[in-house]
């Protein structure tokens, strides 16, 4: 894994994160050379990019082409789009209901439906639109987050299942609070062109630090799991997140 300096940034706080994200996600995602260039990109849930939504939606919402973007998640809990849990609503809610995005480019993991028949649905719709790079849908682009047990997407810990073969979409369960999740595997996120995590808390510092110092300790988190196979990774966090890197 390659942490040349310009991969990580960090800022001094969640605020302040999310105005160096979005300016990030406009001057890369946005290769103004090619003006006609779609971008697929999947995004992240929890709460963490909230205020990188808003603040997209707000500063930057008139100056991007969303005609030439196509939103995927990266996961989605097994709720209806409507309920407060679902990724889904919460970029809807702060990014989407604020742009003006073709509804046709919104492709969301249907929550509400049966998981297994979603996962496969999910991932047929995945591979009819991403375009494909040896015969591999490539995302331009993957949001993630991590949870404070250094989860990432709905990758949870003892689910080896997940590591293996060429999945591209999977039925995990969050073993916290038994919700069934549908995920992106690590096998389709590491062969984006681009993957970004935004990490912000002290909570998630040890970890943090962890990983990114690439401490044996590190291959317990499922993020850990998360090397670009021929993209980069970039780390936006915050002082909190990154208190425990630079000791
Ligand atoms: C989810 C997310 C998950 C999230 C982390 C961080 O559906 O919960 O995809 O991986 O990114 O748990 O969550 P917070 O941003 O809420 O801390």
């Known amino acids: ?3 040349s300096e310009n991969s990580l940034f960090v800022a001094p706080t969640p605020v302040k994160l999310a105005e160096e994200l979005a300016g990030w996600f406009y001057s890369q995602v946005f290769n103004h050379s090619n003006a006609s260039k779609k971008y697929y990109i999947a995004l992240s849930g929890g709460t963490t990019p909230v205020l ?3 603040y997209l939606a707000s500063y930057y919402g008139k100056y991007i082409d969303w005609g030439r973007i196509h939103f995927f998640w990266a996961d989605e809990r097994c709720v209806p789009p409507d309920d407060n849990d679902s990724n889904y609503k919460t970029a809807f809610v702060n990014l989407l209901s604020k742009i003006e995005i ?8 249907r929550g509400e439906s049966d998981p297994h028949k979603e996962s496969v649905r999910y991932a047929e719709e995945i591979m009819s639109i991403v375009p494909l790079e040896d015969n591999v849908p490539r995302f331009d682009l993957i949001l993630l987050g991590m949870g404070a047990d250094g989860h990432t997407a709905s990758l949870f810990p003892d689910q080896a299942e997940l590591y293996d073969g060429n ?8 073993p916290n609070t038994q919700q069934q999740r549908i995920t992106l595997t690590p096998w389709i996120i590491n062969r984006a062109a681009k993957i970004v995590f935004q990490v912000t808390g002290f909570a998630k510092a040890g970890i943090v630090g962890e990983i990114l110092q690439q401490k044996p ?13 021929h993209g980069d990774m970039y780390w936006f966090i915050d002082a909190g997140a990154a208190k425990e890197l630079f000791k």
């Open 217 to 229: 300790e590190a291959s317990q988190y499922s993020a850990s799991k998360i090397k670009p196979i």
């Open 167 to 174: 999945k591209l979409v999977a039925v995990t369960i969050n």
């Open 52 to 54: 990188f939504f808003n």
């Open 102 to 109: 073709p509804s046709a480019q919104i492709h969301r993991i």
């Open 1 to 3: 894994m390659r942490f």
